[in-house]
């Protein structure tokens, strides 16, 4: 679990995204397998090129050995489980919009794992 002292720095790492009026959220949640820290940026309706330049802006202002940074839009159907099951939110535009933007995404994961 990431203490206080982590989400603290990782808020500060990240601190340049809260300008981008796009984003809606920064999550955070280990990476047992790696032992990395995954950050997810929720940016709705985000495009590929959005995504590209995002990422590239991401990599050349944080250490990318430190952190395993994805657009939770742009990620697949098992990190989408992760950061949904594991996550705490280190920054938000609205708390509430994003809890209700992540409720429809949780649905379709509840749903998902009673048929599989």
Known sequence: MLSEEDVEAIREDFEFLTSNP????????????????????VYPNCSDAEA????ENIHRKVD????????FEKSDLRTLREVLKESVVVW????????????????????EETIF
């Open 22 to 41: 796009n984003i809606l959220g920064i999550l955070a949640y280990e990476l047992i397998d790696t032992n990395t820290i995954g950050i997810c940026i």
């Open 52 to 55: 590209k330049r995002l990422l």
């Open 64 to 71: 990318p050995a430190k952190y395993d940074v994805c657009i």
């Open 92 to 111: 938000s535009r609205n708390e509430i919009q994003l809890e209700m933007y992540l409720e429809d995404y949780k649905r379709f994961i509840r749903e």
